[in-house]
Each structure stands twice: as structure tokens, then as C-alpha cells.
């Protein structure tokens, strides 16, 4: 059975930094390219990232780009998002996500829920 | 960016009717396209790719159609377990973007 267990998630401060997490598991996690996918209370999805299956290439929403760094550990088939300089407009439940399908998205953890206020 | 635009916003309907949601792309997606599902409390799931293709598990009352920039979800006979909120995905271009929801609510 397929599992994303993100965790992480937590309180910060405007200006701050937190290290999200995804502990994938029944399926083998270097064979796929991996995603984050955000939600602001009461809104809808945002992409945000993704990694390639090896990690050589990364992709970025504008709106985290030089903020943001996506990377994954094959050997401990987790996934993980670095963010930094964080917003208000941060504040979402992050969700990891992957696809057998490039981009499309058919397995998704529970999420990890990101709250920035001071 | 690719924005999409997703039509209504909210739809009321009764059980056993036939819903039809709307997403329209600001430049063609060619057919890639999904369709996503989510209720309260619980992460999206997919329901159709490739604009009309019916991810694994997924009930054939759901279907897809559309390229381009027009795609339609249709459920054929609404079941109490459809209400909940969709949402439409492009891979075509980089930044991948969603439409903003449309919630399917109970009449």
C-alpha cells in the first residue's frame, strides 16, 4: 500500500524557516519524480514544487522560487521542502504527492499543516 | 502561467441528476488535463487524466471531454458521495496550475 507521511509542519514566525518532510513507502520512491502541492485554509490547490526521480532537475512556482528548495534522499525515500524567508501567504497545509503519470498527481499524503504568524 | 478558469462556482443539485462542470484554459493544454476530486478533511483525488481518461477506481458515471482550452467533467447520476469540491489541473506548461474549485453541494 502506497503511504506519503509528511511531517514537519508547525508555527513560525514571518521571516522564519521550517523543513518539511515526506516519508514515502510501497513503492519504489526513486522511480518517480515527486511534488508538493500547497492549500490555504478555505482555498484551493497550489502547485509548488516538484523534483525529477534522480533529484538533477527542480521546478519552482513563482511565488517560492529563491525561497523554496525541493530535494529527496533516495536511500531514505523522503522527500523534503526547505523553506525559507516565510510569508503569511505561506500558510497552508502542504501536501506531497506523486504521479505515475507525469504531473498528474494519484497518490497524496494527508498533509502537514504550515502557520506563519508572529 | 496557464490560468483556469472553472465553471460554476457553486453547483446545487439532487441526487440521481446529471452534473456538468466546466474548466476553461487561458491557451491551449493540448489533452493534458485532469480532473480532481476532494471532500472535507481529505487530500484530492484523481478522477480523470489526459482530459477523458478515468484514473483506476474511478466510477464510470464520471467522465471527461474537452482539448484545448474547453473541458467538461460530467457525472452521469450524482450519488451522495459526489458532493464535494473539483477541481481541474493542466501539465502542459510549467508553472502546472489548478482552476480555483467548484463546489458540487447538495440541493
Known amino acids: 500500500e502506497v503511504q506519503l507521511l509528511e511531517s514537519g509542519g508547525g508555527l513560525v514566525q514571518p521571516g522564519g524557516s521550517l523543513r518539511l518532510s515526506c516519508a514515502a513507502s510501497?513503492?519504489?520512491?526513486?522511480?518517480?519524480?515527486m511534488t508538493w502541492v500547497r492549500q490555504a485554509p478555505g482555498k484551493g490547490l497550489e502547485w509548488v514544487s516538484c523534483?525529477?526521480?534522480?533529484?538533477?532537475?527542480?521546478y519552482y512556482a513563482d511565488s517560492v522560487q529563491g525561497r523554496f528548495t525541493i530535494s529527496r534522499d533516495n536511500s531514505k525515500n523522503t522527500l523534503y521542502l526547505q523553506m525559507n524567508s516565510l510569508r503569511a501567504e505561506d500558510m497552508a497545509l502542504y501536501y506531497c504527492?506523486?504521479?505515475?503519470?507525469?504531473?498528474?498527481?494519484?497518490?497524496w499524503g494527508q498533509g502537514t499543516l504550515v502557520t506563519v504568524s508572529s | 502561467e496557464i490560468v483556469l478558469t472553472q465553471s460554476p462556482a457553486t453547483l446545487s443539485l439532487s441526487p440521481g441528476e446529471r452534473a456538468t462542470l466546466s474548466c476553461r484554459a487561458s491557451?491551449?493544454?493540448?489533452?493534458?488535463f485532469a480532473w480532481y476530486q476532494q471532500k472535507p478533511g481529505q487530500a484530492p483525488r484523481l478522477l480523470i487524466y489526459?482530459?477523458?481518461n478515468r484514473a483506476a477506481g474511478v466510477p464510470a458515471r464520471f467522465s471527461g471531454s474537452g482539448s484545448a482550452t474547453d473541458f467538461t467533467l460530467t457525472i452521469s447520476s450524482l450519488e451522495p458521495e459526489d458532493f464535494a469540491v473539483y477541481y481541474c489541473?493542466?501539465?502542459?506548461?510549467?508553472?502546472?496550475?489548478f482552476g480555483q474549485g467548484t463546489k458540487l453541494e447538495i440541493k
Open positions: 504527492a506523486y504521479s505515475t503519470r507525469w504531473n498528474y498527481f494519484d497518490y
Open positions: 510501497g513503492f519504489t520512491f526513486s522511480n518517480y519524480a
Open positions: 523534483i525529477t526521480k534522480s533529484g538533477d532537475t527542480t
Open positions: 491557451q491551449s493544454v493540448s489533452s493534458y
Open positions: 489526459d482530459a477523458s
Open positions: 489541473q493542466q501539465r502542459s506548461n510549467w508553472p502546472i496550475t
